[in-house]
């Protein structure tokens, strides 16, 4: 039994609910509630095999979380996604198509904040993961980024918009020339940027705002330069 958790009715509500594996037909049933209380499902029915993983999203943006399965293609060894725009049997409404490997565990979310649910992969030997903003098959867009350590189980959420600034050419590795940087060192510099900004007539508003983001060094994976989470701070 997988939890799963959308707002099946688009009345802006999240709610629960449960995916089983019916043995004797070998299929999933998916079990969805649109209150947050107990009682009998809204809507019972099966989606998917056995063996495939439920995923949930709102794929098409338009306001109501839907089902979908992702299932290894024992041929590649490919995880093949299957994302369908209603809460009811019959075919994906996206053409089947091939996103990450045997292995990873694949994840949905809204990376960019344009309301489109789309799909990813985390690697859970490594904690990498690897994000893309359609739903289609294709290099991610976000990633191979590390976050977190061998073992840990993801879970992705609407916790602040994540934009990450990369390196234009690459990483370069192997490079002993150059030093980290230390926190008091991106202080000073922030503390620098802050006072060309009010030298240039920045507005003192705005000054105050990124004045109360916050400012913090840390490991990234090889070309990413830094993370931004806008949302976060207010600004
Ligand atoms: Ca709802
Ligand atoms: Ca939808
Ligand atoms: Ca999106």
């Known amino acids: 039994m997988t939890p799963v958790v959308g707002d099946w009715d688009g009345d802006g509500i999240a709610t629960p609910g449960v995916v089983e594996f019916d043995a004797a037909n070998n299929v999933l049933i998916w079990k969805l509630r649109n209150s947050n209380?107990?009682?009998?499902?809204d809507f019972?029915?099966?989606?998917?095999?056995?063996?495939a993983t439920p995923v949930v999203g709102d794929w098409n943006g338009d306001g109501i979380t839907t089902?979908?399965?992702v299932e290894v293609d024992p041929a590649t060894n490919f995880l093949v996604w299957k994302l369908r725009n209603s809460n009811n049997p019959g075919a994906p409404d996206i053409a089947p198509f091939a996103y990450g490997a045997l292995g990873q565990v694949p994840i949905t979310g809204d990376w960019n904040a344009d309301g489109v649910t789309t799909i990813g992969v985390f690697d859970p030997t490594a904690a990498i993961w690897q994000l893309r903003n359609s739903n289609s098959p294709g290099a991610p867009d976000l990633g191979p980024l590390n976050y977190g350590i061998a073992g840990d189980r993801p879970v992705p959420g609407t916790f602040g918009v994540a934009a990450a600034l990369r390196a234009r050419d690459g990483a370069v590795v192997g490079d002993k020339a150059a030093g980290s940087l230390s926190q008091a060192a991106l202080d000073e510099?922030?503390?620098a940027a802050l006072d060309r900004l009010r030298s240039a007539g920045v507005d003192s508003a705005l000054l105050d705002r990124l004045?109360?983001?916050?400012?913090?060094?840390?490991?990234l994976s090889e070309a990413?330069?830094?993370?931004a989470f806008p949302s976060a701070t207010g600004c």
Request: no cysteine; aromatic share 10%.
């Open 44 to 51: 019972v029915f099966a989606y998917g095999g056995g063996g």
């Open 67 to 69: 089902i979908g399965v």
């Open 224 to 227: 990413v330069l830094g993370t």
């Open 189 to 191: 510099t922030v503390a």
């Open 37 to 41: 209380s107990p009682g009998a499902p």
């Open 211 to 219: 004045g109360k983001a916050g400012f913090k060094v840390g490991t």
